[in-house]
């Protein structure tokens, strides 16, 4: 069974004190690994799609990397406005037909001033 | 690009009544289109997938027969929450599917049965 754990469940930074964000995944055939950002109240905003082991993806002050069991988003110096809850998702080889996602429960990160 | 909406954002109603929400791709035509469901403080659970012009496949535990799911066209999915009950009141989220797998969402309409 297709399975996302990601660690922790929450996590409170200072600005400019960087860290990682940790997404473990089991997937029959990995198809794809997305990152998303969600504010509350809000649905969830596309940041990256990582399809191989090795592949890193950068956006601002986000970076994303994925090996063959797991998937890092690092935060570099971040800032207030960094604070949200952000989801790990997979898709494997069984949804493939349908696009279906498969989520874990999200990282909820606070960015102090 | 990648932009897909909700219509309405928010909307309250009676016990018994029938709620009907929109979701829309407004730049890309989307070959699947995806209905969620958010509690407070949780993940997002899948309720449905569908595909234009063909019927919804539904998750495991979801009735078909209270969340109808249409999908008319390749930019338009409609859900429609019939003899809606207090416990329906929920985050609802629809996402539109793209070539290359992603999923992109729209901004979620907020449910509160009365």
């Known amino acids: 069974e297709d399975q996302v754990t990601q660690s922790p469940e929450a996590l409170r930074l200072q600005e400019g004190e960087s860290s990682s964000l940790n997404c473990s995944y089991t997937?029959?055939?990995?198809?794809?690994l997305f990152w998303y950002r969600q504010d509350p109240g809000k649905g969830p905003e596309f940041l990256f799609t990582l399809y191989s082991a090795g592949e890193e993806k950068e956006k601002e002050r986000l970076k994303a990397t994925l090996t063959k069991k797991e998937s890092f988003l690092h935060i570099t110096a971040p800032k207030p406005e960094d604070s949200a809850t952000y989801l790990c998702a997979v898709q494997g080889d069984g949804s493939s037909n349908t696009g279906k996602l498969i989520f874990g429960q999200g990282t909820t990160l606070q960015v102090k001033p | 690009g990648a932009v897909v909406s909700q219509h309405p954002s928010w909307v309250i109603c009676k016990s018994g009544t029938s709620v009907k929400i929109e979701c829309r791709s407004l730049?890309?035509?989307?070959?699947?289109m995806f209905w969620y469901r958010q509690f407070p403080k949780q993940s997002l659970m899948l309720m449905a997938t569908s595909n234009e012009g063909s019927k919804a496949t539904y998750e495991q535990g979801v009735e078909k027969d209270k969340f109808l799911i249409n999908h008319a066209s390749l930019t338009l999915s409609t859900l429609t929450v019939t003899s809606a009950h207090p416990e329906d009141s929920s985050f609802y989220i629809c996402s539109a599917g793209r070539t290359g797998y992603e999923q992109y969402f729209g901004p979620g309409t907020r449910l509160t049965v009365t």
């Open positions: 997937v029959s055939g990995l198809r794809g």
């Open positions: 730049d890309f035509q989307a070959t699947t």
